[in-house]
């Protein structure tokens, strides 16, 4: 369950969101000069996203969707200083809210729904003629350096699912009848401090315990204590460790 993960990662999601956060600027700098009358995002979590929008469009009113209750919750309180923004729990797969928008924006959220085409549908189904949808994707690639390790400690607990590639990504937003008007693929390297740093900060962007890096049991604890040993001795440097985010933005129109 997405919802509940999430929720419990709210309160600490901030502080651990650097990949996050460049893709939610790159989503906002993909954007063509506009001003549209309201705007719909999907997967809001703690409104990284959302503040750039702020920012870029003050007062239009945004209407911020999320699946997990309590990083609405969490939202909500945070931005309180901005009426213009309703938050509300709803699912990005299905979510209608009546009307169409101009401007649909998502960034490192869809890669967590369970069929990528049919919520890229849903948002061509909600984007305005003419309307714009960025999109940040994290894709398959992404923290490679954990799941192969994962792979070689307890290659019986194996991840249930993988994240979409830019190849899958592209074809479901085209499939839906999207025209993609600009696409930038990229490789980057973050670095942390130390291996159980690392573990840490994902644990807390709720990216552990789910399809990206939790197989069908968890690791015991000799597992894990070999994983941060095998991690650090692998993939350090005399700056700290790194790990890989693949990463996918997209601006779409709808003809
Ligand atoms: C990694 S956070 C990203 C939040 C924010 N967009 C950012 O750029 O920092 C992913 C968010 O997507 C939400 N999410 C996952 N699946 C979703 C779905 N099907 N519908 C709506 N939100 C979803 C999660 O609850 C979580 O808050």
Redesign the pocket.
Known sequence: M??PR?SAAAET?DRH?RP??A??QSVVAVLPEMYPEQILE?????G??TRLLVERFPEVPIDA????EK?VAHSRAKFKRFPQISWIV????TYWGGDRYPLIV????LH??SDLRKTCENIFQSLEPGGTFALGMMLQGTLKELHDLREEIAPEKTPLTTLPTYEETSAALEAAGFRIERKKHSEEQILYPDAKAFLKAIHE??VTGGKVSAGNAPLTRTELGRLVADYQENHASDDGVHATYETATFLLTKA
């Not at 969707?65 to 997990?68: F, K, L, P």
């Open positions: 997405i919802g999430f999601y969101a996050q956060l893709l939610a999907l997967g809001s979590g703690t990284q996203l969707i999320d699946v997990a990083m709803g699912d990005a797969q998502s960034s490192s959220a967590w729904v962007q709720g």
